[in-house]
């Protein structure tokens, strides 16, 4: 009785091991054929996205909208068209920097929509998050000003000096 059990438990054993090797086979087979269309190039995106729709502006577009938040006092949440984390990092921190912000963050809300969101709670009324967020704009238009000065500079510096190495 056991021996025969045992034999058909191995015949089983070794139809399924073949079955699943005809698996392995067809799918590694089928993967093969998928990195060849990868490395000729036939594989076109019909559905991506143009690269200008991220950040070019259409002409009857507006930039920033503003939100306030009900569920918070002092709060709102500035929406601001096709920028990216580098804007939003910028903006959060030079928020934060001011005293008469409690809060300030940022939000993306999917990879493909090119929408920042930017919430700003103020400290009290005398100053609105509105107010704070085109404050933070206006100083860190200051800055990218600044740098751009320096910058054009040493360039200037760089192109009158006789040294190429200087």
């Known amino acids: 009785g056991r021996g025969a059990a ?3 438990c191995s015949l089983g054993l070794v139809a399924h091991a073949r ?4 698996v392995l086979v067809r799918r590694f087979l089928g993967r093969q054929k998928r990195a060849d269309r990868f490395r000729t190039g036939a594989m076109v995106f019909e559905n991506a996205q143009d690269r200008k729709d991220t950040w070019l502006m259409d002409e009857d577009e507006v930039k920033i909208t503003y ?3 009900e569920k918070a006092q002092n709060c709102g949440t500035a929406i601001i068209k096709k920028e990216d984390h580098t804007v939003g990092n910028l903006v959060r ?10 809060f300030a963050a940022y939000q993306i809300p999917h990879p493909l929509d090119h929408r920042l969101f ?3 709670q103020t400290a009290d009324e005398s100053v609105t998050p509105m107010s704070a967020l085109v404050r933070s704009l206006e100083d860190l238009s200051d ?3 600044h740098i751009n000065e320096q910058f054009e500079e040493k360039l200037q510096e760089k ?3 006789t040294d190429p190495f200087a």
């Open 143 to 145: 800055e990218v000003g």
């Open 93 to 102: 921190q030079q928020l934060l920097n001011y005293s008469d912000v409690r």
């Open 19 to 22: 079955s699943s090797t005809r």
């Open 67 to 69: 939100e306030t938040f």
């Open 118 to 120: 930017v919430r700003v």
């Open 159 to 161: 192109n009158q000096s």
């Open 6 to 8: 045992r034999g058909q």
